[in-house]
């Protein structure tokens, strides 16, 4: 299994964004997906899971669909990024007596990680 420091995820990050071809891109994705996500509203999960059910929720609801809240509470967002944090995929903070738990504070790049894992469904 391949460790995932932060300047590996950068670069991988820059491979993708250019579209250079590189099977860790592709390891990281995958990596990604298999991620532990905690939601609120649907659960325990993977991130592949969870995404699928985004999707799923977005094609029954059509017009209806909230982007805001789209399984009915808003910060769903926030629980896929926490579980990169968990990953150390992304920077974050933790605290034990939160109910938070980690609390991510990089968007963009958790936003890029999640793009790329998408690309790879």
Not at 32 to 53: H, Q
Not at 57 to 85: C, I, T, Y
Not at 92 to 99: E, I, K, L, R, V
Request: aromatic share 10%; with cysteine; proline share 2%.
């Amino acid at each position: 299994m391949t460790s995932w420091d932060s300047m590996t995820v950068d670069i991988l990050l820059e491979h993708w964004k250019n579209k250079i071809e590189n099977s860790m891109v592709r390891e990281l994705g995958q990596h990604i997906l298999a991620l532990t996500v905690n939601s609120k509203d649907i659960g325990i999960c993977t991130l592949r899971e969870y995404l699928i059910a985004l999707v799923a929720r977005l094609w029954v609801e059509d017009e209806g669909f909230s982007g805001k809240r789209p399984f009915g509470n808003s910060g769903w967002q926030g629980d896929v990024l926490k579980s990169l944090a968990r990953e150390g995929l992304i920077k974050g903070t933790y605290d034990d007596d939160s109910d938070e738990g980690y609390v991510p504070f990089d968007w963009p790049k958790g936003s890029k990680l999640v793009a790329l894992a998408i690309e790879m469904l």
